[in-house]
């Protein structure tokens, strides 16, 4: 039995490596020059004295979902990986042009300016509200309001869901997004009852506890590199494919520079606005479906400035920017103070996010990108000092958009799909690297399970 797998992210990456586990020969095929995908891990030097790693896509992992921290244990990593501590702490939203922390406990919520005491009041009655306990879909945003009420949704929760998945909340789908919520709701009848059971749950398991979040010591790109290191199957760079043709009782899949390969199972580990181009032959209905599923522009900028150059007050790990304000940038991260080992002393080194708010950022240039970016730095944090250095990442279409129903979509397309072919991937059933590699791995099971039958 011969599987190729079309994608070498670390959904792809993932897929070959259950793939090898099982003893079944394998092809991966990756359109670019290195594997990984958006897992990318840089440094950058100013001089021989100030080094600096940055991240182009996911800094961190989170470890209720097991996927990541289990494939690390499998590769022999769990010694590099790090905790970089809390995601919350010290993170700010915009709301009318003005600054707020985001209440992230009980006092700091009282006191906070940016609800007023009903929107409080109506937060503090979630565990009265009735819940809904059966599967079906929902917006984040409808989530929240029936939750939490309208203005926890419109002044942080709703910011903050919508930075991190780049998406409107009014569009987004709960159930791809943060099914963990509604599982609260089922299980516990709320969120706090929810969230208090599991914390019960959690205080009883033995053995050492695993911090929320893990990265690794010389960033997240060290997870696929040491996956594409071990991996001993036929493993080909820059091998972009046009096109899957029947072969036989298989497929023969055709590249851009003109060789092929032949395959009895392809695992399509791309995103689904390129799978859908390359499967119209063989299945035309799942190849317009594919199609339709909406990709975002997504960027990230890394930018490294003297400490001095940034202003005292407020001391911010991270800023939630609403789309709401019209800005042209998503979010900041100050990542040298999330994770300071990563950054020589003396300065601070920014993240900021594009693509969701003004999604043409994308495609500007360089010059014309980080005019942008300083314009709104100066404008939100008042740093008006340029950068020292500064490197972007950017994905034209790169991000999907789950909304309301994405599963069940996903589920009627796979039901096109001919015999041998399977899809995983962030298009479909989560978007987090731990999601992918769950993806990845439970497709080449699914044609390692068919091929032994």
Not at 1 to 14: E, K, N, P, Q
Not at 318 to 343: H, N, Q, W, Y
Not at 359 to 385: H, Q, S
């Given at each position: 039995m011969h599987i190729a797998v079309i994608g070498g992210g670390i959904t792809g990456l993932s897929a070959a490596w259950e793939l090898q586990q099982r003893g079944i020969k394998f092809t991966l095929l990756e359109a670019s020059n290195h594997w990984g995908g958006k897992v990318i891990s840089s440094k950058l030097e100013l001089n021989k004295d100030a080094h600096f790693l940055v991240e182009g896509g996911p800094d961190t992992l989170i470890?209720?979902?097991?996927?990541?921290?289990?494939?690390a244990n499998e590769l022999g990593m769990l010694d590099q990986v790090v905790n970089p501590g809390s995601e919350t702490s010290g993170t700010y939203v915009l709301d009318n042009a003005s600054l707020y922390p985001i209440p992230?406990?009980?006092?700091?919520?009282?006191?906070?300016?940016?609800?007023?005491?009903?929107?409080?009041?109506?937060?503090?009655?979630?565990?009265?509200?009735?819940?809904?306990?059966?599967?079906?879909?929902?917006?984040l945003a409808d989530f929240v309001r029936r939750r939490l009420g309208h203005e926890a949704l419109d002044k942080f929760i709703g910011p903050v869901l919508g930075g991190i998945y780049n998406t409107n909340p009014e569009t987004q789908s709960i159930m791809v997004s943060s099914p963990i919520m509604r599982e609260m709701e089922k299980d516990g009848g709320g969120?706090?009852?929810?969230?208090?059971?599991?914390?019960?749950?959690?205080?009883?398991?033995?053995?050492?506890?695993?911090?929320?979040?893990?990265?690794?010591?010389?960033?997240?790109?060290?997870?696929?590199?040491?996956?594409?290191?071990?991996?001993?199957?036929?493993?080909?760079?820059?091998?972009?494919?046009e096109k899957i043709s029947h072969h036989g009782n298989g497929y023969q899949i055709f590249m851009a520079d003109g060789s092929s390969v032949q395959a009895d199972g392809v695992i399509l580990a791309t995103l689904a606005n390129q799978t859908s181009a390359m499967i119209k032959e063989i299945a035309a209905e799942a190849s317009r479906q594919l199609g339709e599923i909406r990709h975002q522009n997504i960027g990230t900028l890394s930018l490294v400035y003297r400490e001095a150059?940034?202003?005292?007050?407020?001391?911010?790990s991270g800023l939630m920017i609403p789309r709401r304000e019209k800005r042209m940038i998503d979010a900041v991260t100050f990542t040298s103070r999330k994770?300071?080992?990563?950054?020589?002393?003396?300065?601070?080194?920014?993240?900021?996010?594009i693509g969701g708010g003004a999604p043409e950022m994308v495609e500007f240039d360089d010059e014309r990108l980080i005019e942008a970016v300083k314009k709104e730095l100066a404008e939100l944090l008042g740093i008006t000092a340029a950068p020292q250095t500064w490197t972007a990442f950017r994905w034209q279409s790169g991000f999907p958009q789950a909304h309301v129903g994405h599963l069940k979509r996903v589920d009627e397309i796979e039901k096109l799909l001919p015999k041998g072919l399977a899809l995983a991937g962030s298009s479909y059933r989560g978007i987090a690297v731990p999601d992918c590699i769950h993806q990845g791995r439970e497709a080449a099971a699914r044609l390692a399970m068919k091929g032994n039958m």
């Amino acid at each position: 039995m011969h599987i190729a797998v079309i994608g070498g992210g670390i959904t792809g990456l993932s897929a070959a490596w259950e793939l090898q586990q099982r003893g079944i020969k394998f092809t991966l095929l990756e359109a670019s020059n290195h594997w990984g995908g958006k897992v990318i891990s840089s440094k950058l030097e100013l001089n021989k004295d100030a080094h600096f790693l940055v991240e182009g896509g996911p800094d961190t992992l989170i470890t209720r979902k097991p996927e990541a921290w289990d494939l690390a244990n499998e590769l022999g990593m769990l010694d590099q990986v790090v905790n970089p501590g809390s995601e919350t702490s010290g993170t700010y939203v915009l709301d009318n042009a003005s600054l707020y922390p985001i209440p992230v406990s009980p006092t700091k919520f009282i006191s906070s300016p940016l609800l007023t005491v009903r929107g409080k009041l109506r937060m503090l009655a979630e565990p009265f509200q009735p819940a809904r306990r059966d599967d079906e879909d929902e917006s984040l945003a409808d989530f929240v309001r029936r939750r939490l009420g309208h203005e926890a949704l419109d002044k942080f929760i709703g910011p903050v869901l919508g930075g991190i998945y780049n998406t409107n909340p009014e569009t987004q789908s709960i159930m791809v997004s943060s099914p963990i919520m509604r599982e609260m709701e089922k299980d516990g009848g709320g969120l706090f009852a929810g969230a208090l059971k599991r914390a019960f749950r959690a205080g009883k398991q033995k053995g050492p506890k695993k911090p929320r979040f893990v990265s690794f010591k010389n960033g997240l790109q060290a997870l696929t590199d040491e996956l594409a290191r071990q991996l001993k199957g036929d493993m080909r760079l820059n091998a972009r494919v046009e096109k899957i043709s029947h072969h036989g009782n298989g497929y023969q899949i055709f590249m851009a520079d003109g060789s092929s390969v032949q395959a009895d199972g392809v695992i399509l580990a791309t995103l689904a606005n390129q799978t859908s181009a390359m499967i119209k032959e063989i299945a035309a209905e799942a190849s317009r479906q594919l199609g339709e599923i909406r990709h975002q522009n997504i960027g990230t900028l890394s930018l490294v400035y003297r400490e001095a150059d940034i202003p005292r007050e407020p001391v911010i790990s991270g800023l939630m920017i609403p789309r709401r304000e019209k800005r042209m940038i998503d979010a900041v991260t100050f990542t040298s103070r999330k994770m300071p080992e990563r950054s020589t002393a003396g300065y601070a080194v920014l993240r900021v996010f594009i693509g969701g708010g003004a999604p043409e950022m994308v495609e500007f240039d360089d010059e014309r990108l980080i005019e942008a970016v300083k314009k709104e730095l100066a404008e939100l944090l008042g740093i008006t000092a340029a950068p020292q250095t500064w490197t972007a990442f950017r994905w034209q279409s790169g991000f999907p958009q789950a909304h309301v129903g994405h599963l069940k979509r996903v589920d009627e397309i796979e039901k096109l799909l001919p015999k041998g072919l399977a899809l995983a991937g962030s298009s479909y059933r989560g978007i987090a690297v731990p999601d992918c590699i769950h993806q990845g791995r439970e497709a080449a099971a699914r044609l390692a399970m068919k091929g032994n039958m």
